[in-house]
């Protein structure tokens, strides 16, 4: 007797080429995010493997009794109740290093972008103010700069080795120290923006991380300081934020995330020395195709073979 194909939920959004390998494979069953438990009881029974951008908490992992394994699309796995899937036995999975270059170059773009003002500048051209008057010099530059990483995991080193080409100084605050890693250690992050002008955050957003780039931070980080954070919106107090710029306690900041994306704060939009940009640090069509791959190589390794490629832990 033929053996039934493994069924692979999808809730919500998935990127196409990953819908499309996985097809090939398995019964793919689409819903909406959120309506799993419109599902009969008999199509959540089928279900053995999820492919998902959305969130997946307990209640949701409880309703798939015969689940193995969770493919998240994204690096970040924070929407997934991950603890709770392993005291089930389901196996989470991310895309790490597939993104790991494209964020890096984003973060300092970013970067140039808001020490040398450059979609300022632009729109100083196109307005046609150039005919009048040279663009005013910036105030920040890159040179003398000295760079502090809050999160030195796979991004972080590669956002390191690139603005050490800048020839600018790199210190770190991590959880704990990293092995291999040269670049001096600041056991605290008060402590690393009390040392660098410059702080970038590629932290995930956990309640460990939640807030922690404050008003304290800001003030560490002092007049001439910069600000970029690629990893979570949640990591910074944006109230704080705000009034750090308006006030210039610090100097600038570029942000690629937000605490409750797509809204945008008010106070943040009426900020001229704050660059905002639509969470894009991995958006390109090249990186999010191969992100879309290693979603659906996961689910295809592990009803093949029994491991996953990149399970989270």
Partial sequence: MQRQPVTVLIPGWMHEHAKSMLAQQFRVVEIEEGRLAELTESERLAVRGVASHARIDAHFIDLLPNLEIIANFGVGYEAVD????????????????????????????LLLNVVRELSKAEQYLRSGKWMAAPYPLTRLTLRDRSIGIYGMGRIGRAIARRLEAFGL??????????????YPYYETLVDLARAVDTLISIVPGTATTANTINAETLKALGGNGVLINMGRGIVVDERALADALRTGTIAAAGLDVLQSEPNVPYELLSLDNLVLTP?????????????????????ISWFETGAAITPVR
Avoid at 169 to 182: D, K, N
């Fill in 279 to 299: 969470h894009i640090g991995s958006a390109s069509e090249h990186t999010r195709t191969r992100m879309a791959e290693l979603v659906a190589n996961n689910i």
């Fill in 169 to 182: 100084p790199i210190a770190y605050h991590s959880r704990r120290p990293v092995e291999g890693i040269q």
């Fill in 82 to 109: 991950a603890d709770y899937a392993h005291k089930k036995n389901v196996v989470v999975t991310n895309t790490p290093d597939v993104l790991t270059e494209e964020v890096a170059d984003t973060t300092v773009g």
